[in-house]
């Protein structure tokens, strides 16, 4: 059956570009001479090894003829494999007139490694990787998470160098896997100590807090989320806290240690079976610097103004935050590995 490759996690371009800065060096082509005159325009010489990319004067003669009888033309050309032997069409003497060389094409050779790489990251970690999906994984730019697209260049780039220095691409290769100590980034992985995008995890049970939208003058904001025993309790959600009244007409106001607050509120809205944050379950709550009611059993505690130490926590309506919460069992993080079983006949 022939293999099919699912879609790569890299590009073949920047991506392996950055992690070996001179990979064109490794377009490695090989000089052949000995051309011997067949007839007229028609050269061939022999004992070349497989050539499947054809350079004339370092520019690639396109694809191969069909068969040797088919090379009649200037720069058509034909490898015969069982013969080991090449056939070239030259106007002018191959031999002082011209300088052939035969290689791989460079973008498909960087295309199958790339491929190659990707299939073995996918039959290594066995377990699903995803691609990001609207605003899910944006801690990473671009297709796949960073250290997917990470150890998919570096096994790429290994794979390219390897016939040319081998101990490079090991130490190379050994960011990524090391079958020996279990420490390249894809061993920790698959062992559960590094999580994939999409895998629960410590920190997004304790909530992941991200800024929405801000007022540029803000200083204050949300510094701590404690979950109550089993909290949270809900499989996921994205909670939208915002400051409903500054108290000071939208012109902003500080929260200040030492004296009572009743005028900056906050509102926090959850999900129900229409959409995300749009049931509201707290409703315009004075904030007091203490942890304070959030939903599925979680509190907030938002920031203080401390004249000691010089900070300041300014708030203004529509300051707005989202905390995700997801209260499915962790699958990777700190903490969280797993153990491959292995047979032994002893």
Not at 291 to 298: T, V
Request: glycine fraction near 8%.
């Amino acid at each position: 059956m022939a293999s099919t490759y699912y879609e790569a996690f890299c590009n073949v371009t920047s991506d392996l570009q950055v992690i070996e800065p001179n990979l064109n060096s490794y377009n490695v082509r090989r000089a052949l001479e000995g051309f011997i005159q067949s007839s007229g325009i028609i050269y061939k010489v022999g004992g070349t090894g497989n050539v499947s990319v054809l350079y004339r004067d370092g520019q690639e003669l396109g694809s191969a003829q069909s068969s040797s009888g088919a090379v009649d033309s200037d720069s058509e050309w034909y490898y015969d494999e069982d013969a080991d032997l090449l056939h070239v069409a030259s106007a002018l003497d191959p031999a002082t007139e011209h300088f052939y060389e035969a290689g791989l094409d460079w973008k498909t050779t960087k295309q199958q490694a790339v491929d190659r790489s990707s299939s073995f990251i996918r039959e290594f970690v066995n377990k699903p990787i995803r691609r990001l999906s609207g605003d899910e994984g944006t801690e990473s730019t671009g297709t796949y998470q960073d250290i997917i697209v990470k150890c998919a260049s570096h096994l790429a780039v290994a794979t390219i160098i390897k016939p040319y220095d081998f101990e490079k691409a090991m130490r190379i290769e050994g960011v990524v896997y090391n079958e020996e100590t279990n420490t390249g980034l894809l061993n920790l992985i698959k062992a559960g100590e590094i999580p994939l995008w999409d895998e629960t995890t410590d920190r997004q049970r304790s909530g992941v807090v991200k800024r929405i939208a801000y007022n540029s003058s803000s200083t204050g904001g949300i510094v701590d989320v404690m979950m109550g025993k089993n909290a949270p309790y809900v499989d996921w959600d994205r909670v939208k806290i915002i400051i409903s009244n500054d108290g000071n007409s939208g012109s902003g106001a500080s929260l200040n240690s030492g004296s009572e607050n009743t005028a900056i509120k906050y509102s926090v809205y959850v999900k129900n079976d229409n959409g995300l944050k749009v049931e509201q379950v707290v409703t315009d709550e004075p904030i007091n610097g203490s942890y304070q009611s959030l939903a599925y059993g979680a509190y907030i505690r938002f920031s203080v103004s401390s004249a000691s130490s010089g900070t300041a926590s300014k708030y203004y309506t529509n300051d707005e935050w989202e905390i995700e919460l997801d209260g499915q069992p962790i699958e990777s993080g700190s903490g969280v590995k797993t153990l491959q079983a292995v047979r032994c006949d002893y």
